[in-house]
């Protein structure tokens, strides 16, 4: 027997139901994922300014240390004379 035209448009009505069910759900996943991901890139974002910082504090140790011993080497050539 073969199915009723009816019946086979049910069908493919429920399967484009469940079809879109899918869909709606891997669309809200993906969403989901995209704000996590957002949220990440702005950590990632607020780290690298803070190591940005630090080095930058770092240069300017490093420049003062120079100068600090280059000042004490002049101090102690005049000391030896």
Do not use: F, H, Y
């Amino acid at each position: 027997m073969w199915p009723s035209l009816r019946g086979l448009l049910e069908l493919s009505e429920q399967s484009q139901i469940g079809v879109c069910a899918c869909v709606d759900d891997a669309l809200s996943r993906c969403e989901l994922a995209r704000t996590e991901l957002e949220m990440e890139m702005s950590k990632v974002r607020m780290e690298a300014a803070g190591l940005r910082d630090a080095l930058v504090k770092m240069q300017n140790v490093n420049e003062g240390l120079a100068q600090d011993k280059a000042d004490l080497s002049k101090t102690l050539m005049q000391v030896a004379i």
